[in-house]
């Protein structure tokens, strides 16, 4: 239910922005269960237990929003599902669906008849050095150890203490929002957050038209954290047809976003060249990483998110020159 909260949020900024009647919690749920019912066959059948019952959820979930958008079914399928579907974690009970083969073959990738075991390298030396590197204990039976070979991104955070700090501000919000009985937002975003603590760029889009905006403030307001008010105007758009500011990446759904997911990764960089179908980075959301590619080819002139940040639909990660 938290999962349909926070997506029908965002499908309902869509509609809303497209002059297109709002769905209820009621309607998304319905229309989720449909597409779990029609998605469950194509995927082959798997157990609806824990992790797999929450990868046909998800799958279903982004087929429903995308159908939603205008868009088409199996355009958001997470690399967690892939590996399900092509066999990486066992055998599935069912044949994988046509449509589903001919998005595999499409999209270049192959299945798998081996062991699960047999695709995941021992790689918790790497881990150890790191623990050693930053004085970190192993914890009882290494369990502290396996914690950060698992969840590396989350790990760093709760070490870190960005974790923590994350979840106070969050209950604070809600606390904040109580008191004043207003409803918690479900976009965490919502407030206007300090100047300087934000991308210098903008996604601005003008009755369908789309612009990279720079924003400027009046070096002369004395408060810090002020937003910017009617004197202080974001710079004239330049247009977004890659001069000017350049073309803006979106992220495709809200989450957490990561450049990378696996240790060995190497993140994007500016100024690196890239292609159509590139990886950007991952969008963690409903539990799986969403990865994120280019559509089209150019140099890296900004990048305007930082690792694990929160995003919303439609927030711009990087500029292509």
């Known amino acids: 239910m938290a999962d349909l909260t926070n997506n029908l949020s965002s499908l309902n900024k869509w509609k809303r922005k497209h002059n297109e009647p709002e769905l209820t919690e009621d ?18 059948y798997p157990p609806l237990v824990t992790p797999f019952s929450q990868y046909v959820k998800n799958v279903a979930l982004m087929n429903v ?3 939603e958008k205008g868009g088409e079914r199996w355009s958001m399928i997470a690399d967690n599902i892939w590996d399900m579907v092509l066999g990486k974690s066992g055998q599935l009970p069912g044949k994988v669906g046509d449509e589903i083969l001919a998005l595999a073959k499409k999209e270049g990738h192959e299945f798998f008849t081996g062991h699960p075991q ?17 004085g970190w204990a192993y914890g009882e039976d290494d369990e502290e150890l396996m914690e950060l070979a698992m969840h590396p991104a989350q790990y760093r955070d709760y070490k870190s203490g960005q974790a923590k700090a994350d979840f106070k501000a969050e209950i604070a ?3 904040e929002n109580e008191a004043s009985g207003e409803r918690a937002p479900t976009d965490k975003k919502a407030a206007v957050a300090p100047l300087g603590a934000t991308p210098s760029t903008m996604n601005i889009d003008v009755n369908g038209e789309k612009f990279v905006v720079s924003v400027s403030y009046d070096e002369n307001d004395p408060s810090p954290t002020a937003p ?15 001069s000017g500011s350049g073309e803006p990446v979106i992220s ?21 060249k890239v292609k159509a179908g590139d990886l950007v980075g991952y969008v963690e959301a409903m539990k799986t990483y969403n ?22 639909e439609d927030d711009v990660l990087v500029i292509l020159g």
């Open 27 to 44: 309607d998304l749920l319905i229309k989720l269960f449909d597409e779990v019912e029609y998605a469950w066959p194509k995927l082959g």
């Open 65 to 67: 929003l995308q159908v």
């Open 118 to 134: 047999d695709l995941y390298p021992d790689e918790l030396d790497t881990f150890r050095k790191e623990m050693d590197e930053k």
């Open 173 to 175: 919000e809600i606390k």
């Open 228 to 242: 910017a008010s009617a004197n202080q105007a974001p710079q004239a758009p330049a247009s977004s047809n890659g």
């Open 252 to 272: 495709p759904l809200e989450g957490k976003f990561y450049f990378t997911k696996d240790s060995g990764d190497k993140a994007i960089q500016v100024g690196d």
């Open 291 to 312: 990865a994120v590619k280019f559509d089209q080819s150019g140099t890296i002139q900004k990048i305007a998110i930082t690792n694990g940040a929160d995003v919303d």
